[in-house]
């Protein structure tokens, strides 16, 4: 029945992930509910085990219809790989308490400011070509990367939201190219993880078969619906993370 429930949960999480980013926040809480005995950091590389074939599904299928900036995104995926292993590293050293209570304040900047600015990913006009876009890609992949190996939530949502202001994308084209960093900043983690032995491999191939099928149906509605689409469910889903983020801060 667990494997049955956290299936399930990876299924959904593959949708939302597809689409904008933020699977985290359905597979990560189903798998400490379900499994309450086991060790968080197992947990968690667990979750990257069935997200990154979810993403890396993600990422081959919006290729096939999305024309991808691959010189500006092999920088950007090096620099997502290099700054997920420096986060890890320095996770080892520092706690990530200070972040953890300033979260809901980033989310609610981000959620307000999209709000604010009805227009914002709406039209796909990249501020940056050649050199300096793959400067630009270099610097958000290493920076969130970063982030998504030293605490990880909403890394998905933040990386959209940071392609659409700084990068000038539409949100369409920012959840594409996002799926390509968030690959190499997530399997930077799993490796990093898995190397531990924080990783429960006895379930890992429903959760990523289950990824890789909410994730087909989270792409073909994304690819279907366009960027009004992905902005409504990227506010849903920053407010959802507000909340949960929110709660947590205040245990």
């Known amino acids: 029945m667990d494997t049955v ?16 980013g933020g699977g985290g926040l359905v ?4 798998l400490f509910a379900t499994y309450p005995n086991v060790a968080p950091a197992t947990l968690l590389g667990t979750n990257k085990s069935a ?8 990422a081959w299928r919006y290729q096939k219809q999305i024309p991808l900036q691959w010189s500006a995104l092999r920088v950007g995926a090096v620099c997502a790989l290099l700054g997920a292993c420096a986060g890890a ?5 520092v706690s990530p308490q200070l972040l953890r209570q300033a979260m809901p304040l980033l989310l609610l900047a981000v959620l307000v400011y999209t709000l604010k600015n009805k227009q914002l990913g709406q039209l796909h006009q990249p501020r940056f070509e050649g ?3 793959r400067g630009a890609m270099g610097v958000c992949g290493a920076v ?13 949502s933040l990386l959209v939201f940071v392609l659409v202001r700084v990068l000038g994308f539409d949100f369409l084209q920012a959840s594409a190219h996002s799926k390509v960093l968030n690959l190499a900043s997530n399997l930077a983690a799993l490796l990093w993880l898995g190397w531990q032995g924080h990783v429960l491999w006895a379930i890992c191939l429903p959760m990523a078969l289950a990824n890789m099928a909410g994730s ?8 279907g619906q366009g960027s009004g689409y992905v902005r409504g469910l990227f506010i849903v889903v ?14």
């Open 5 to 20: 429930i956290i299936t399930l949960a990876s299924a959904l999480a593959g949708f939302i992930d597809a689409s904008v």
């Open 27 to 30: 597979l990560v809480p189903a």
């Open 51 to 58: 997200s990154v074939w979810g993403t890396l599904f993600a």
């Open 89 to 93: 590293y320095t996770l080892t050293l």
């Open 131 to 133: 050199r300096a876009q």
């Open 144 to 156: 969130m990367g970063f982030y998504d190996g030293f605490f990880g939530p909403g890394t998905g």
């Open 216 to 223: 087909w149906l989270g792409t073909r509605m994304a690819l």
């Open 238 to 251: 920053v407010a959802a993370l507000l909340a949960k983020t929110a709660h947590d801060a205040l245990l």
